[in-house]
């Protein structure tokens, strides 16, 4: 989740996604993400405070996404400059350390929530959380080297049944059980996946789950890599062989 995306073909307008899973995200870590062409830092404080925020460091552009995070603060890497959880703003010059930092200097926040085992960031307001048909839980997030319809056609056509399809997420049947998959298009034309099974399922069931997802993985990227040999192919069972 942490490489590095070069610019890629044009994403769609967005400002409301999924960006990952609760659970990889526990206290005091911080990952790097995108709703749409926008950079995201999103990170969670000591106390489980969770916030999302440009990926840019308001002194000198640093992506804060390589600071580290101290109690209910985020340090940026460059300078040392803290930014404190919820309003962003900066909190301890280590330079100046007697300087009581202006209100004016703050880091630029996305809104962000968590439901239901996803964490989703809107650059518009209060996060639209999807309604899912039952409890689920995490098997895992991934990226696919390839663009969200391909990813989307991939999904559909290796599943036993599609029940719905939500904004930006497909609900799934697979091996008997209930799948929630989100779809997060990145900047450079690859697609994060992230991936929930109904909670009743056990063990076994979700190693099934992540086995699964990597063979869709797999059957996504080689009809892309067709598709750009080729022309459009269709993503359906026979690819497994």
Known sequence: MEANHKQGPKVPEIQSIIVGLSRDLPPKRVMRSWVGARELVVWRSQSGGLNAWDNR?????????????????????????????DK???????????LDPPDTICAHPAFIAESQGFMQVS??????????PMAMQPVRSLTIACDNAVVISALQNNAEAVVDMKQDMVILRESGRMLAAAIQPLPDGQTNLHLL?????DRAELTGASQWIEMVRRIAEQSASQQKDTGPKDTDKGSRA
Do not use: K
């Open 57 to 85: 460091c308001p002194h000198r552009g640093m992506r804060l996404s390589h600071g580290f995070v101290r109690g209910e603060r985020l340090n940026c890497l460059y300078h040392g400059w803290q930014y404190d959880s």
């Open 88 to 98: 962003g703003q900066c909190r301890h010059i280590p330079a100046h350390p007697d």
């Open 123 to 132: 650059l518009t307001g209060a996060p639209q959380m999807p309604e899912l």
């Open 197 to 201: 099974l109904e909670s009743a399922a």
